[in-house]
């Protein structure tokens, strides 16, 4: 069961993906989510905004912003396929054009905290894994606003289903028997959406006089060469003031607004390899813990920092007398290990770190858990 | 109120078929009546154009690709009001550069969507250390990207004088 949430805005995403900004929440995004970028590069898409809030006045909203979720029990899905599903998404909103005229970032939002009060039942839930696909509405090449596939219930349906069916997902429309016989088989629903997306180019008129962005439009300009006249000493001592301001300006503008580290899905992909790496480097010390640290401690410990509903949890034995922390919702089982890098979606070193702080009595040295870098992984 | 207005500024805009030939009026409604912050548009302008300076003021209120900046009769009460020939144009610079920071951003994507695909399905047939070298590089480009982005030095000097 996918589901998809569209709204559409002027401005203030960028903040909520880095800062958590929203109301009623007074906590940063780093308490409580652990963000991994998915697709395309935020600081890329924030100039673009920047460009159509502008360029672009007249336009109400700058940009749409698109969450993909799942229910719980397929928290635990892959990286690549919620990446498959993010593109899928993209693919049929914005089916009229190729993916080089899209702005677009995504980036999945894990739960570090793991639950969240609702404020109108007072009830305690279980916060899920789920996606944030932005797309800017300039069409990067022509300069026009981009046409998203209008909205029409029984299409939305059907891509459901289709996308249900293609990650082998149970579809919430089945779950009502009465719906079942009047609703689309997942053949029917790529049927229906193929269909959908036809009418759509059929009825979108094409954009006449349009063309890819061309250089030399820009290139040779005659208002950029009035600087030839003035005395050329004078014109480079300004250059080389202005362009030392400017860059002071720029560093400033990335220190204030997100330091030397950019999104992006290759930050993703640096991030997998250390985990894979260190995982084997640290194999020993990994068994060590799984062994040696109590799972009671590590239960109390991930409520009291990330809100754990232990309820749900309990220590039961696996093979051969190992003890395992058993998700009575899922039946998944989680080593010590297990708890802190699958379910908390900690880093290996971040993992081995807190775990090592539950067990001061196992005697580790300090500089054994050493930083990717030092093992000559991090540029 | 203002709603009305925009609406009526938007259809202000007649073609007409005449017996002398195929002529053009532009109706244009410039206001200046104002109520607190708000100013009211309650006078109407009118002017006879040929079809030729009609195209001519249209080609002047779009860009290079076709794409319509503003309206025709706000340019003209633009050009009026400010009492010289108004130029309206997008940064086209400023465009070419966005669109080729965004196409870098989504070919590196697929590159990474590669190796990672790559990743899952030779398993443990591949050297880590390999690909953080690609990733090095994936990176190196992705700043360069970014360097791409900064203030152009026709920026710079304003913000710097200023």
Same mark, same amino acid.
């Given at each position: 069961m996918t589901v998809i949430r569209i709204s559409q805005n002027k401005s203030g995403v960028e903040d909520y993906l880095e800062n958590g900004k929203k109301t009623g929440r007074t906590q940063h995004r780093g308490q409580f989510d652990v963000r991994v970028p998915l697709l395309g590069n935020l600081q890329a898409f924030k100039e673009t905004n920047s460009y159509?809030?502008?360029?672009k006045k007249k336009w109400k909203d700058c940009y749409w912003h698109i969450t993909i979720s799942l229910p719980w029990e397929y928290h635990k899905v892959p990286q690549g396929i919620l990446r498959e599903m993010t593109h899928e998404v993209l693919e049929f909103y914005f089916h009229l054009y190729k993916k080089e005229q899209i702005s677009a970032y995504a980036e999945i939002h894990y739960p570090k905290q793991q639950t969240s009060?609702?404020?109108?039942?007072?009830?305690?839930?279980?916060?899920?894994?789920?996606?944030?696909?932005?797309?800017?509405?300039?069409?990067?090449? @022509?300069?026009?606003?981009?046409?998203?596939?209008p909205y029409k219930k029984e299409v939305a349906r059907a891509f459901?289903?289709?996308?249900?069916?293609?990650?082998?997902?149970?579809?919430?429309?089945?779950?009502?028997?009465?719906?079942?016989?009047?609703?689309?088989?997942?053949?029917?629903?790529?049927?229906?959406?193929?269909?959908?997306?036809?009418?759509?180019?059929?009825?979108?008129?094409?954009?006449?006089?349009?063309?890819?962005?061309?250089?030399?439009?820009?290139?040779?300009?005659?208002?950029?060469?009035?600087?030839?006249?003035?005395?050329?000493?004078?014109?480079? @001592?300004?250059?080389?003031?202005?362009?030392?301001?400017?860059?002071?300006?720029?560093?400033?503008?990335?220190?204030?607004?997100?330091?030397d580290f950019s999104f992006s899905s290759v930050n993703a992909l640096r991030q997998r390899l250390i985990d894979m790496q260190m995982l084997i480097e640290y194999k020993l010390l990994i068994e060590y813990f799984n062994k040696e640290v109590n799972l009671a401690t590590v239960l109390a410990e991930a409520e009291n920092q990330f809100g754990l509903n232990r309820d749900v949890f309990e220590i039961s034995k696996f093979k051969k007398g190992v003890t395992v922390l058993l998700d009575k919702r899922?039946?998944?089982?989680?080593?010590?290990?297990?708890?802190?890098?699958?379910?908390?979606?900690?880093?290996?070193?971040?993992?081995?770190?807190w775990l090592k702080r539950m067990a001061p009595e196992l005697e580790i040295e300090d500089d054994l858990i050493i930083e990717g870098e030092e093992l000559g992984l991090q540029m | 109120m203002l709603e009305n207005l925009e609406v009526k500024n938007k259809c202000g805009i007649v073609t007409e078929e005449g017996s002398t030939g195929c002529l053009t009026r532009a109706t244009i409604h410039v206001n200046a009546k104002e109520t607190g912050n708000n100013i009211r548009k309650t006078r109407v302008v009118s002017f006879r154009v040929t079809n030729e300076?009609?195209?001519?003021?249209?080609?002047?209120?779009?860009?290079?690709f076709g794409e319509k900046l503003v309206t025709i009769a706000e340019y003209a009460r633009h050009s009026t009001l400010a009492q010289r020939v108004t130029k309206i144009s997008e940064n086209p610079l400023d465009r070419y550069r966005v669109a080729v920071a965004g196409e870098m951003a989504t070919g590196i994507t697929s590159i990474v969507q590669m190796m990672d695909e790559l990743?899952?399905?030779?398993?443990?047939?591949?050297?880590?250390?390999?690909?953080?070298?690609?990733?090095?590089?994936?990176?190196?480009?992705?700043?360069?990207?970014?360097?791409?982005?900064?203030?152009?030095?026709?920026?710079?000097?304003?913000?710097?004088?200023?």
């Open positions: 159509v809030q502008k360029h009060v609702d404020s109108k039942t007072g009830e305690r839930k279980q916060r899920l894994p789920h996606v944030h696909l932005i797309v800017n509405k300039l069409n990067l090449w @022509t300069g026009n606003q981009l046409r998203i596939l459901q289903i289709f996308l249900d069916d293609n990650h082998g997902f149970k579809t919430h429309h089945y779950q009502n028997k009465q719906d079942k016989l009047v609703l689309p088989s997942p053949d029917e629903s790529d049927m229906i959406v193929e269909q959908y997306k036809h009418w759509h180019r059929q009825n979108t008129p094409i954009e006449m006089r349009k063309q890819k962005y061309a250089p030399k439009n820009f290139l040779v300009r005659p208002e950029w060469l009035l600087d030839s006249k003035q005395d050329e000493k004078r014109k480079n @001592t300004r250059w080389a003031v202005s362009t030392d301001q400017a860059l002071q300006n720029w560093n400033m503008h990335n220190q204030e607004t997100n330091d899922t039946n998944h089982t989680y080593s010590a290990m297990g708890m802190a890098y699958e379910y908390l979606h900690m880093s290996v070193i971040q993992s081995l770190k | 300076q009609y195209e001519g003021i249209q080609t002047m209120c779009t860009d290079g990743i899952d399905i030779t398993s443990e047939k591949f050297s880590i250390v390999d690909l953080m070298e690609v990733v090095k590089h994936l990176e190196a480009i992705q700043n360069k990207t970014e360097l791409l982005l900064r203030p152009i030095s026709a920026e710079l000097s304003k913000e710097a004088i200023q």
